[in-house]
């Protein structure tokens, strides 16, 4: 069974600029979470898909954004960049809403630096 | 929210086998202690995960005594593959929201 991918793996963006990252997940797998990984914060938690729904959020801004669709391939969007927003994204999938001991599988990530 | 404390950095040789405690005093009842190893610019990869006592696949034992506030990683016979960044966390069992810690990075000599 193929694992979580992420399109793209490399990404350079300048400020201000809005950019959309890609994560299919496992398949039969129906929650998608995404996660940013910096040197300074570690990983932090973004927000969690399930059903083409957000159903969790972790202390982003707005800037930051997501979507599920009905395949459960989610997308995530971060307007405005910011030179903070250099990071590792990561996504990771689950077969059912995460909890309860399901695991959650990770992709290889997608790194985006902003110049 | 729970939140997890290890140690930062550890040292082992080949072929040595590697404990790392990993301490989580406010787990609820509900949340799952799950362990993941990740190497420089990859996505961390799942080991294990546990709700009480011993759990062992076939790279890792984790072990969690009866107050559920501590557990350890065991990783037999280590080899210098296992030079990684290891994170203890605690999966939020009603959310799964995943709060990961600073890591422990092991680093294994030859």
């Known amino acids: 069974k193929a694992g979580v991918t992420q399109t793209p793996r490399y990404l350079i963006k300048t400020r201000g600029q809005q950019v959309t990252l890609s994560c299919s997940p496992i398949?039969?797998?129906?929650?998608v979470s995404w996660y940013q990984q910096t040197p300074g914060q570690g990983l932090q938690f973004l927000f969690e898909?399930?059903?083409?729904?957000?159903?969790n959020k972790g202390n982003f801004p707005g800037r930051f954004s997501g979507r599920q669709f009905s395949n459960s391939r989610s997308e995530m969007n971060v307007s405005t960049l910011e030179l903070g927003d250099s990071a590792l994204y990561l996504c990771a999938s689950s077969a059912t809403l995460s909890g309860g001991g399901d695991t959650q599988y990770f992709g290889p990530g997608t790194r985006l630096t902003v110049l | 929210l729970a939140k997890t404390t290890q140690p930062i950095s550890m040292d082992s040789y080949e072929g040595q086998e590697v404990n790392i405690t990993c301490s989580h005093n406010?787990?609820?009842?509900?949340?799952?202690i799950t362990w993941y190893q990740q190497f420089p610019s990859q996505g961390p990869r799942f080991i294990i995960q546990?709700?009480?006592t011993k759990v062992t696949n076939e790279v890792a034992s984790l072990f969690i005594p009866a107050d559920r506030k501590s557990s350890t990683l065991s990783l037999p016979r280590v080899s210098l593959s296992d030079t990684a960044v290891y994170y203890c966390l605690v999966a939020q069992g009603n959310t799964g929201k995943l709060i990961f810690g600073q890591g422990t990075t092991l680093q294994v000599k030859p």
């Open positions: 898909y399930f059903s083409e729904t957000q159903r």
């Open positions: 398949s039969g797998h129906r929650s």
């Open positions: 546990g709700y009480k």
């Open positions: 406010n787990i609820a009842t509900n949340d799952y």
